[in-house]
């Protein structure tokens, strides 16, 4: 155990003396927590190998995980990447400051404990006030993947990565809330067309529209597929209790659940049901059952805001199963489906 210390900061303009502190671990080589705009990162410097090493430890990450390096501008990126590719202007002129991780080749000076030994690299300009401003103190490229403990949901709220990761890194930077609430999309800019290896806040319809019709691969995750990313293959965003995701036609699947849920609390058992707000009546006053809203069923980033928190909600009220509605596979939808079909582990029931 080591002495962590938490700093409350302001999110919109947080305060120079903590970023100053948070600026000077890093590059002495310690672990920073802070918030992105998308979930909380764990920070190491890319030229502190064994930093890098530890934060595979402190999280209990496989080592064939690859991490995401994080700059503060696109001006940095020759420093580190190997080649350009003409699509990675365009984009990071519409998208960087933003949740877009893309995929280059890698220069011989970054560390393979940095990119799990492969020979590309993942970077990202996060738009969080603070990441941005503590990456530009630091004046430092900073690998830093989710800051939660591995396979458990990805933090976004400061108390997230405090339950995780107290007394085991050298500071946390708590901001509140994080926006997106789910992980960057990540796309691959290293093979013949560019392709979205994990679905995020940067959707594909986004990508599409700057890039051209037909000129982005589409994420494909199904039970058979091979994993695209490198991090993919692992069990995610897991809570504790199993997931069970309900696809299909909305009033069928309100019917199954009902069904599902007088079986399971007549049993004694406790469940959580994450489902959207326009369905909330159906469930209304079942002994038993927590109800948790994801929000409006046409507003997916509410859904992706709220979903890791909701999951670790489950965790800490202590339910023996959670149920969970998909949303509709649009937009941020397909990024938000994704982590409740990874948090499923594959339990999946298609109502038709
Ligand atoms: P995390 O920040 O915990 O979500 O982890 C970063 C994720 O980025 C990994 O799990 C990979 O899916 C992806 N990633 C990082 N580096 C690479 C790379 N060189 N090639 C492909 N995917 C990568
Ligand atoms: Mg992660």
Not at 211 to 228: I, N, W
Request: hydrophobic share 40%; glycine share 8%; net charge neutral.
């Amino acid at each position: 155990m080591i002495t962590t210390e938490i700093i409350k900061v302001n999110a919109a303009a947080p305060e120079a003396e903590a970023l100053d502190r948070a600026a000077t671990i890093l590059r002495r080589g310690g672990l920073v927590a802070f918030p992105t705009e998308t979930v909380y990162g764990l920070g190491a410097s890319v030229y502190h190998p064994e930093s890098v090493k530890r934060i595979f430890t402190v999280k209990g990450r496989p080592g064939d995980n690859p991490l995401i390096v994080h700059l503060y501008q696109w001006e940095q990126l020759t420093e580190i990447v190997a080649a350009v590719p003409e699509q990675a202007a365009l984009l990071a002129k519409h998208f960087w400051p933003g949740p877009l991780t893309m995929i280059f080749p890698k220069k011989e000076k970054i560390p393979p404990e940095v990119t799990a030994g492969l020979p590309t690299v993942a970077i990202r300009v996060p738009s969080h006030p603070v990441a941005l401003e503590l990456l530009r103190r630091s004046q430092l490229p900073v690998a830093a993947p989710s800051a939660n403990l591995s396979g458990r949901p990805s933090p976004t709220r400061g108390g997230h990565v405090v339950a995780d990761l107290n007394g085991k890194i050298e500071m946390i930077l708590d901001a509140g809330p994080t926006g997106v609430g789910l992980e960057s999309t990540v796309l691959d800019l290293t093979s013949a067309r560019p392709r979205i290896l994990r679905p995020g806040g940067v959707t594909f319809e986004m990508l599409e529209a700057v890039l051209g019709a037909g000129e982005v691969e589409a994420p494909q995750f199904t039970k058979c597929d091979r994993p695209l990313a490198p991090g993919m293959k692992y069990r995610h965003y897991a809570p504790q209790a199993p997931l069970r995701l309900y696809t299909g036609d909305r009033e069928k699947i309100n019917c199954a659940l009902l069904e599902g849920i007088r079986r399971e609390t007549a049993a004694g058992k406790k469940i959580a049901l994450l489902a959207f707000e326009e369905d909330r009546n159906a469930f209304q006053d079942l002994p038993g059952l927590s109800y948790f809203s994801l929000g409006e069923r046409a507003n997916p980033a509410e859904s992706a805001e709220r979903l890791f928190n909701l999951l670790r909600l489950c965790d800490e009220i202590g339910v023996d199963a959670i149920y969970a509605v998909a949303p509709p596979r649009s937009g941020v939808g397909e990024a938000v489906f994704n982590r409740l079909w990874k948090a499923s582990g594959g339990n999946v029931e298609e109502i038709k």
